[in-house]
T-cell receptor, first 110, second 113 residues
């Protein structure tokens, strides 16, 4: 298993819907996770970090961490066309390596 | 507060040449990490510098090397360029190591012909 894995999608949702992006991780990574958004041709932009089991909300974004099941997810409420991008899940390990998933492409349809 | 900057924006090199990419960290950040992102892939970790020392390295050959300066800016050097080195090179800075959030610069697009 890769350290961090994502479904590459693509994922399409209608405008105003909830987009759900998922990421699973291996035992090798730490319990700190990061979600980045990357528009085509641009660099990754940090959306949220999550360190504790449970939910963390920031505006329309909610990150969820489930350590027992080893997954982390990102929910985007009231999805907007401007949310159309690739979403990257990331984590690091105790050997000071940093891992990104391959990214999930999201399209929000007006 | 100044964000992470990188130079140059684009670069075209020939196979076998050497290249140096530069990064200035965000104000107050002492850690810089470099990543390589091929088209359609997630960024791959190259190495991290913390207080001028290499503090972690990914699965990249020794021809990828780096430096961090006292002002925490950093350089990535790649020797003996190969066609597969063509990618977007990203620099990210953080307050201290990976436990803190990383912020990315705009990247340098390297094309090797």
């Amino acid at each position: 298993q890769k350290e961090v894995e994502q479904n590459s999608g693509p994922l399409s949702v209608p405008e105003g819907a909830i987009a759900s992006l998922n990421c699973t991780y291996s035992d090798r990574v730490s319990q700190s996770f990061f979600w980045y958004r990357q528009y085509s041709g641009k660099s990754p932009e940090l959306i949220m970090s999550i360190y504790s089991n449970g939910d963390k909300e920031d505006g329309r974004f909610t990150a969820q961490l489930n350590k027992a099941s080893q997954y982390v997810s990102l929910l985007i409420r009231d999805s907007q066309p401007s949310d159309s991008a690739t979403y990257l899940c990331a984590a690091y390990d105790t050997g000071n390596q940093f891992y990104f998933g391959t990214g999930t492409s999201l399209t929000v349809i007006p | 507060e100044t964000g992470v900057t990188q130079s140059p924006t684009h670069l075209i090199k020939t196979r076998g040449q050497q290249v140096t990419l530069r990064c200035s960290s965000q104000s107050g950040h002492n850690t810089v990490s470099w990543y390589q992102q091929a088209l359609g892939q997630g960024p791959q970790f190259i190495f991290q510098y913390y207080r001028e020392e290499e503090n972690g390295r990914g699965n990249f050959p020794p021809r990828f090397s780096g430096l961090q300066f006292p002002n925490y800016s950093s350089e990535l050097n790649v020797n003996a360029l190969e066609l597969d080195d063509s990618a977007l090179y990203l620099c990210a800075s953080s307050l201290q190591g990976f436990a803190y959030e990383q912020y990315f610069g705009p990247g340098t697009r390297l094309t090797v012909t």
